[in-house]
């Protein structure tokens, strides 16, 4: 299975379906300890409390990615999420695409999370 789970989005575009909270937090179940939480039309996904990784209805699932490590997410083509503030600037946040590999992956997208973990 790879993302989005449902071909085609859902009438409310902001809103999370319950099976992408599903695919999502299998792909990172071996993790342990994993808890999630709605927030802003999205999902908040959480290793022993640490926020390490998001549900995005546009973006799909992004991993959180701040100091050293963003540069390992760079050079896998992660893109950053990034939206256009009432100024015109562009505002950045720590939030990346998964690599191609990640997506479907478990052992590859929970391998990526610990190593997001241990920037966190």
Avoid at 15 to 22: L, Y
Avoid at 53 to 74: R, T
Avoid at 83 to 95: C, F, I, T
Wanted: net charge negative; glycine share 8%; with cysteine.
């Amino acid at each position: 299975m790879s993302w989005p789970p449902n071909a085609a989005r859902k009438a409310d575009p902001v809103a999370i379906s319950a099976e992408e909270i599903a695919y999502a937090t299998d792909l990172f179940s071996d993790l342990g300890d994993l808890t999630t939480r709605r927030m802003m039309g999205g999902l908040c996904l959480y290793h022993r409390g640490t926020i390490f990784a998001l549900v995005h209805s546009d973006y799909g699932i992004m991993i959180k990615g701040v100091g050293a490590f963003i540069p390992v997410l760079e050079g896998m083509g992660c893109t950053r999420w990034t939206y256009p503030r009432k100024d015109g600037k562009s505002a950045a946040m720590p939030y990346w695409t998964l690599p191609p590999d990640c997506e479907d992956d478990p052992e590859a997208a929970c391998d990526l999370a610990r190593a997001a973990l241990q920037h966190l």
